[in-house]
Every structure is written in C-alpha cells, then in structure tokens.
Nanobody, 125 residues
Framework: QLQLVESGGGLVQSGGSLRLSCAAS????????LGWFRQAPGKEREFVAT????????SYVDSVKGRFIISRDNVKSTVYLQMNSLKPEDTAVYYC??????????????????WGQGTQVTVSS
C-alpha cells in the first residue's frame, strides 16, 4: 500500500522560500499523476500544483504561477514543491496527493486518491 510522507514545512518571512518534499513508500510513484493541495484555516482544501506521470506536464493555480515549481524524481519516488516569494496568504497546511485526474489545467481528486498527512507552512508578514 502506498504511503506518502511530507516534510519541509515551517515558518518563513514574507518573500522567503521553502521546499516541500513528499516521499512515497510501499509503491513507486512513477505511474501516478501527483499534486499538491493546501488548506488554510476556515477554508476548503484547494488545488495548488500538479505534474503528470508520463510527460511531466505541470499546471498551477493562478495565485502561485511564477512563484512555485512542482517536480518529481521517480527514482526516489518523491515529489517536490519549491515555493519562492512566499506571501502571508500562502499560509496553510500543504498536502501531497497521488492518483489524480488532471483535467483542463487542474487536478481533481478521486475516490482512489492517496494523501499525505500534511505539513504546516506559515508565512509571517
């Protein structure tokens, strides 16, 4: 069974950078569409970024375009989210996900999507 473990969250000042990692165990990630979602207090979970399994095509929510970069290392079974020029509104718990439907520039979870436990990112102003 696939398990996902995120790391790399923390507290950073506005304008700073963080890199999140999501490592898989139990199965390889190479055949899955992967993504990152986030949930801020009092808000619903929202799509952030996705990368396809076959050609590595990436898509982002408009609010992070030009600042965040998603990448994957199939040998290490790890997906990354490099976050630059962070803003206070990026504060949220960030979740990685495997097994997404990528449609029209966004990623949609299914009943089979697997999730990590989440990692807190806090951006101070």
């Amino acid at each position: 069974q696939l398990q996902l473990v995120e790391s790399g969250g923390g507290l950073v000042q506005s304008g700073g950078s963080l890199r999140l990692s999501c490592a898989a165990s139990g199965r390889t990630l190479s055949s899955y569409n992967l993504g990152w979602f986030r949930q801020a207090p009092g808000k619903e979970r929202e799509f952030v970024a996705t990368i396809t399994w076959n050609r590595g095509i990436t898509s982002y929510v408009d609010s992070v375009k030009g600042r965040f970069i998603i990448s994957r290392d199939n040998v290490k079974s790890t997906v990354y989210l490099q976050m630059n020029s962070l803003k206070p509104e990026d504060t949220a718990v960030y979740y990685c996900a495997a097994g997404l439907n990528v449609i029209g520039g966004t990623a949609v979870p299914t009943s089979r999507t697997m999730w990590g436990q989440g990692t807190q990112v806090t951006v101070s102003s």
